[in-house]
């Protein structure tokens, strides 16, 4: 199977059935499917070729949505990138990886953006331009608009070329620590996961997934993906700045499925649900950054009857880890065990298999263990590994877990975050799991800062709902929950804590 098929495959079963809703627009699979011909065949007209590499520049909508699954019909590898990026990081990523095709929005690239890209993308052989029409202003060479593209091209399926080993996509990471890496996902790695993932959600065609998050992170891109293989309906929004618009649409959609992130669920926590009808919800899942234990118990209260899947993941392998709900009373911070079909263990930096208490680095067997960092090599080589098997790779994880006796994996902090102080180690997640039990507290990032004596010493950083709570709390909480070493010497209260992207705490603007 390839990616494209999950459309393709809907479609044939299901043609009439809504398959995207977005804003007030609502589109068929066999809408969807024919728009996704007729763009691919405008792609192939543009001069792509098999592998050539599409960039999808646009923010969630039913172009970008559209565009992904050409790229794919038309034989290429398609390339999501964040819509909010600014155009000298937009040129890095189309030139590294020597992007055939841009689809971009046109209300972004006045004033000769589109020409500044061109004209230092010299791989670019053409581009459709979404949400907006020609003025009579000159556009490069090889440049149409989206309906352009619709209603010139046939809608009937191109020719298949590519195969399971190809590649499927490049998904560029945020790269908060240096220059942006494209991971490499061949359509068997995207199939696996999908088919991983979608096995212990229990996901069916009745189901409607609302996705919040941008294509352009793996966790958006794969409710996309996923909901159009099982044939369900994806309700596509552009963010949560509005939570109650958010709500009033999985009331109306009647959303059995909502995935966010703990960014997300944080402000769910401060709102009075009490207006709206969730009662269609089936289940809630989060990744991108484990939920405190607290968090998640406020989350059970405020939706009783419904499943919450804490889950781990990394761009390397897609989704990793996974709790069965049925161990979130006994097991409420852990983030589970390996996802179906795959195997993950713990050693220490010599390669030893770590026992049930220790703590080491987390390693990644499986289909998912996606094919490395394009034309990286080196940094490849580090983080995918020569398995025990010939030919076969595993994925270092890069974060420190640790395991119960019954199996179940505990994050405990990235490896390059732990603080050193006093000559020992302490896990940043330790302390923040601890700052989350102070009632008032919303966000919470523990960092090490220099300190000429001790070596690092611990800074918390904290968001607050009450701003009655100071620094005096703060330490008094750490000290009846915390050993001496562990404790926070600085404590800054923020209105908001810098993110990525996705969703994630950006520690290293706060170091």
């Not at 964040?82 to 971009?104: F, G, H, P, Q, T």
């Not at 997300?264 to 991108?288: E, K, P, V």
């Not at 909480?477 to 950006?506: N, Q, W």
Request: aromatic share 8%; with cysteine; hydrophobic share 40%.
């Amino acid at each position: 199977m390839l990616v494209q098929d999950f459309l393709l495959d809907s479609a044939a079963r299901q043609p009439d059935k809504v398959a995207l809703i977005h804003g007030a627009q609502r589109f068929t699979y066999g809408e969807i499917d024919s728009m996704a011909n007729r763009l691919a065949h405008a792609l192939i007209a543009q001069g792509m070729v098999r592998g050539d590499r599409v960039a999808v520049h646009l923010p969630n909508s039913v172009e970008a949505v559209v565009g992904i699954f050409a790229a794919l019909k038309a034989g290429g590898v398609f390339v999501v990138i964040n819509a909010s990026i600014k155009e000298d990081k937009l040129r890095y990523i189309l030139n590294n990886c020597r992007a055939a095709a841009l689809l971009v929005d046109g209300h972004a690239f006045v004033n000769g953006g589109l020409e500044r890209v061109f004209a230092s993308t010299p791989s670019l052989k053409g581009a459709i331009v979404c949400g907006l029409e020609r003025n009579g202003s000159p556009w490069p060479n090889g440049c149409q608009t989206y309906s352009e593209a619709l209603s010139q091209y046939p809608s009937r399926s191109p020719r298949q070329t590519n195969m399971d080993l190809d590649l499927a996509c490049l998904i560029y990471t945020s790269g908060t620590t240096g220059e942006p890496k494209g991971v490499m996902s061949d359509h068997g790695n995207v199939v696996f996961a999908v088919s991983s993932i979608t096995q212990y959600l229990g996901n069916v065609e009745d189901d409607v997934v609302i996705n919040l998050l941008p294509l352009a992170f793996d966790y958006g891109l794969y409710q996309l993906l996923m909901t159009f293989k099982f044939g369900g309906t994806l309700v596509l929004e552009n963010g949560f700045t509005y939570p109650a618009a958010v709500l009033k649409r999985i009331e109306r959609e009647r959303v059995t499925g909502f995935p966010g992130v703990p960014t997300i669920f944080a402000l769910l926590l401060q709102m009075d649900l009490s207006g709206f009808d969730l009662s269609s919800l089936r289940y809630i899942t989060n990744t991108a950054a484990a939920l405190p234990t607290s968090h998640i118990q406020e989350l059970r209260r405020k939706f009783p009857g419904v499943t919450l899947f804490s889950m781990y993941g990394l761009t390397e392998t897609k989704r990793t880890l996974y709790l069965p709900p049925e161990l979130l009373d006994r097991k409420p911070g852990s983030v589970g065990i390996a996802i179906p079909s795959t195997e993950v263990w713990i050693e220490d930096d010599a390669g030893n298999r770590l026992k049930p208490g220790e703590v080491g680095e987390l390693v990644v067997r499986g289909r998912h263990v996606m094919r490395g960092y394009w034309e990286d090599p080196v940094a490849t080589a580090k983080r995918f590994r020569p398995a025990a098997i010939p030919g076969e790779r595993v994925c270092l994880s890069g974060d420190l877990f640790r395991m119960d006796e019954d199996g179940c994996l505990y994050f405990v902090g990235r490896k390059d975050d732990i603080i050193k102080t006093r000559g020992e180690k302490v896990a940043p997640k330790e302390v923040e799991n601890v700052l989350y039990g102070l009632k008032g507290v919303l966000e919470a990032a523990v960092v090490g800062v220099p300190d000429p004596i001790l070596g690092q010493v611990v800074k918390a950083f904290v968001v607050v709902s009450d701003k009655a709570i100071g620094r005096d709390q703060v330490l008094a909480h750490c000290r009846a929950h915390l050993e001496d070493i562990m404790r926070p010497k600085y404590v800054e209260f923020c209105d908001v804590l810098p993110k990525t992207a996705s969703g994630k705490i950006k520690k290293t603007d706060l170091k």
